[in-house]
Every structure is written in structure tokens, then in C-alpha cells.
């Protein structure tokens, strides 16, 4: 079974930084491109990041770019996203999720349950 | 960039009515759109792949249509575990794009 949990979350004052953390389990980590998708509470969901298998291949989303970083560890099975210089619009449902394909982006057919970032003075 | 629109933004529908909700792509995407179910406090589950593609283990009454610019995506019979919100995904080059979605409640 395919597991993915969501670490990291916490209360932060704007403009400081934050590291989230992703451990996967029940299947072969490093098979997959993985992504962070956002969520604010009471809002739609918002995609931030995406990383091939390898590391190869890198994306983000606009709002996030320069300031959010997405790595893999595919001896620990872990993607992490490092968030710097913290804005009131980052507050959000942090979510880890896998991709059906290794290299290229796709579909998210598994999803962990979320990690909550607020960010507040 | 690819922007992609949902309509209705919400609907309610009785028990065993026939639900359509639809997703336009501001250009063509071919086939390269998924659809998702959240339930209130849930994560997101992947219902459809690629338009119309059904994943594993989801429920015959949920089915997507289209291709191009205009999808469609259809539950056929609603049930009340299906209360939820919708959102369509596409996909492409390095990018992933969500539709606002489209809250579903019952009448």
C-alpha cells in the first residue's frame, strides 16, 4: 500500500523559512516523479512543485519560483520542499503527491494526508 | 499559459440523479486531463485519467468524456458518498494546472 506522510508544518512569521518533509513507503520511490500541491483553507487546490525520478527535471508554479525548492532523497524515500521569504499567501494544506509517470508529468494517483502551513506575525 | 475553467461552480442533485460538471481549457490539450474527488477534510483522490480513463477501484457511475478544449466529466447516478468537490487536472510539459472546481452537495 502506498503511503505517503507529510512533515514539517508548522507556525511561522512572514519572511522566515520552513522545510517540509514527505516520507513514501509501499512502493518504489525512486520509479516516480513526485509533486507539492497547496491547498489555503476553504480554497482550491493550487499545484507548487513537480521532480522527475532523478531529479532531472525540476518545475514550479509561478507564485512560488525563486523562493520554494523541491529535492528527493531516493535512498531515504523522501521529497522535501524547502520554503523561503514566507508570505501570508503561502498559508495553506501542504500536500505530497506521487505521479503516475517517472520522468514527465501526469496524473496524482496517490496523495498523503497534508501538512498545514500558517504563516503569521 | 494554459488556464482551465469549471462550470457550474457548485450544484446540488438529488439521490440518483445524473450529474455533469464540465472543464474548459483555455487551448487544446488533447487528451491530457484528469479529474479529482476531495471529500470535505480529505485529500484528494484520482478518479480519471487522460479524459476518460478510469483508476483502479473507482465506481462504474463515474465516468470522463472529451477532448481538446471541452471535457466533460459525469456521475451517472448520484450516491450521497459522492458529496464532494471536483477538480479537473492538466497536465503537460513540466506543468500541472487545476480547475477552480466544483462543489457538489445534495439537494
Known amino acids: 500500500e502506498v503511503q505517503l506522510v507529510e512533515s514539517g508544518g508548522d507556525l511561522v512569521q512572514p519572511g522566515r523559512s520552513l522545510r517540509l518533509s514527505c516520507a513514501a513507503s509501499?512502493?518504489?520511490?525512486?520509479?516516480?516523479?513526485m509533486h507539492w500541491v497547496r491547498q489555503a483553507p476553504g480554497k482550491g487546490l493550487e499545484w507548487v512543485a513537480g521532480?522527475?525520478?532523478?531529479?532531472?527535471?525540476?518545475a514550479y508554479a509561478d507564485s512560488v519560483k525563486g523562493r520554494f525548492t523541491i529535492s528527493r532523497d531516493n535512498v531515504r524515500n523522501s521529497l522535501y520542499l524547502q520554503m523561503n521569504s514566507l508570505r501570508a499567501e503561502d498559508m495553506a494544506f501542504y500536500y505530497c503527491?506521487?505521479?503516475?509517470?517517472?520522468?514527465?508529468?501526469?496524473?496524482?494517483?496517490?496523495w498523503g494526508q497534508g501538512t498545514l502551513v500558517t504563516v503569521s506575525s | 499559459d494554459i488556464q482551465m475553467t469549471q462550470s457550474p461552480s457548485s450544484l446540488s442533485a438529488s439521490v440518483g440523479d445524473r450529474v455533469t460538471i464540465t472543464c474548459q481549457a483555455s487551448?487544446?490539450?488533447?487528451?491530457?486531463l484528469n479529474w479529482y474527488q476531495q471529500k470535505q477534510g480529505k485529500a484528494p483522490k484520482l478518479l480519471i485519467y487522460?479524459?476518460?480513463n478510469s483508476e483502479t477501484g473507482v465506481p462504474s457511475r463515474f465516468s470522463g468524456s472529451g477532448s481538446g478544449t471541452d471535457f466533460t466529466f459525469t456521475i451517472s447516478s448520484l450516491q450521497p458518498e459522492d458529496i464532494a468537490t471536483y477538480y479537473c487536472?492538466?497536465?503537460?510539459?513540466?506543468?500541472?494546472?487545476f480547475g477552480p472546481g466544483t462543489k457538489v452537495d445534495l439537494k
Open positions: 503527491t506521487k505521479d503516475y509517470y517517472s520522468e514527465n508529468f501526469g496524473w496524482l494517483d496517490n
Open positions: 521532480i522527475s525520478w532523478n531529479s532531472g527535471s525540476i
Open positions: 487551448q487544446d490539450i488533447a487528451n491530457y
Open positions: 487536472q492538466h497536465y503537460d510539459n513540466l506543468r500541472v494546472t
Open positions: 509501499g512502493f518504489t520511490f525512486d520509479d516516480y516523479a
Open positions: 487522460d479524459a476518460f
